[in-house]
């Protein structure tokens, strides 16, 4: 079992950078794959980044790619978001969630923290 709590989020203008943070409990933190998440207002959950049980791997959306950076330290069981360049288009609540396994997908994450909104404004 992993629980998850995300914090960092925040208002910002278009431009702005942000830094999520997710920390996790429990005992296997480097067993998992820790992917980032994000859900608009009125739209699906989507994918945004995720990042190996190692730090080694790691995956962007094409929506992010050189203006996200994610990253993990498995001393203190915590998994970050750096944000650069923020968009308007980029609002929306970040999720963290832990899978067994590299993926995009969100229904292979059984882990989710509770969200951090994040708003950008033009």
């Known amino acids: 079992q992993v629980q998850l709590v995300e914090s960092g989020g925040g208002l910002t203008q278009a431009g702005g950078s942000l830094r999520l943070s997710c920390v996790a409990s429990g005992r296997t933190f480097g067993s998992y794959t820790m992917g980032w998440f994000r859900q608009a207002q009125g739209k699906e959950r989507e994918f945004v980044s995720y990042?190996?049980?190692?730090?080694?791997?790691?995956y962007y959306a094409d929506s992010v790619k050189g203006r996200f950076t994610v990253s993990r330290d498995n001393a203190k069981k915590s998994v970050y978001l750096q944000m650069n360049s923020l968009k308007p288009d980029d609002t929306a609540v970040y999720y963290c969630?832990?899978?067994?396994?590299?993926?995009?997908?969100?229904?292979?994450?059984?882990?989710w923290g509770q969200g951090t909104q994040v708003t950008v404004s033009s």
């Open positions: 990042i190996n049980e190692n730090g080694w791997n790691t």
């Open positions: 969630a832990a899978a067994l396994f590299n993926s995009r997908r969100p229904s292979d994450y059984p882990y």
